[in-house]
C-alpha cells in the first residue's frame, strides 16, 4: 500500500515538473529574475512623462505624471519575482542532496524574502496615511526606492519623513530614494 502511495506522488510530481516545464519554455515572454530590471522597467515607463524638479537645502524631490494602473502593474511584477524566487528556495529546500547547514541556510533566505515583502507592505499603508494616493515600495537588498503618488506638490520635508520611515523598518537600507509622481 506505502509502495503505491509513493509511485502515485512521484508520478505526479514528475507530470508537475513535465508541465511546467512545457510552459516555461513555450510562454512568448522570457521572465527575468532581476529586480532591478523591474526598476528599469518602471524609469522606462516614466521617461515621456513630465518631470519637475524641485531643489531644498540640496536635497531634490522628482515628480513625474504616471498612470494609474502603472502602480498595480509594478506590485504584479514584483509579486511575480518574489513568487519565482520563492518556488526555486521551496525547490532547492526539497532537494535531498542538501545538508542540515545548506537547508538552514536556504530556509533563512525564504524568511528574508517574507520579511521583506511585509516591510514593504507595512510601509506602503503607512505613507499612504501621511496623505498620499498611492505609494509603491521596492526593496532590494540596501537599496530601496519609494514612490509616491500625490496630488499636492512634493516637499522635502515629507521625502525626509519617508526615508526615516524606511530606515526604521527596513534596517540593512544603505540607499533610499524617493520619487514623487503627479496623480491626475
Not at 522570457?30 to 536635497?59: F, I, M, P, R, S
Not at 525564504?110 to 526593496?139: C, H, P, W, Y
Not at 526606492?145 to 519617508?162: C, F, G, L, Q, R
Request: avoid cysteine.
Amino acid at each position: 500500500m506505502l509502495l503505491k502511495k509513493q509511485t502515485v506522488w512521484l508520478l505526479t510530481m514528475l507530470s508537475l515538473v513535465v508541465v511546467l516545464s512545457v510552459y516555461y519554455i513555450t510562454s512568448p515572454e522570457q521572465k527575468t529574475n532581476d529586480l532591478a530590471a523591474v526598476q528599469q522597467n518602471a524609469k522606462d515607463q516614466n521617461q515621456g512623462k513630465t518631470k519637475t524638479e524641485v531643489k531644498k537645502d540640496g536635497k531634490t524631490v522628482v515628480s513625474t505624471v504616471a498612470g494609474d494602473d502603472e502602480f498595480a502593474e509594478l506590485r504584479m511584477k514584483l509579486e511575480d519575482l518574489r513568487s519565482e524566487e520563492q518556488t526555486g528556495l521551496t525547490e532547492e529546500l526539497a532537494s535531498t542532496d542538501l545538508s542540515a547547514d545548506e537547508r538552514s541556510k536556504v530556509k533563512d533566505q525564504m524568511n528574508k524574502l517574507n520579511k521583506i515583502a511585509q516591510s514593504e507592505e507595512m510601509l506602503e499603508t503607512f505613507i499612504k496615511t501621511m496623505g498620499f494616493d498611492d505609494v509603491l515600495v521596492r526593496a532590494d537588498g540596501p537599496k530601496v526606492i519609494v514612490t509616491v503618488k500625490s496630488k499636492k506638490k512634493p516637499s522635502a520635508s515629507e521625502a525626509n519623513k519617508i526615508m526615516l520611515e524606511v530606515k526604521k523598518e527596513i534596517d540593512e537600507t544603505n540607499y533610499v530614494a524617493v520619487e514623487y509622481q503627479h496623480a491626475k
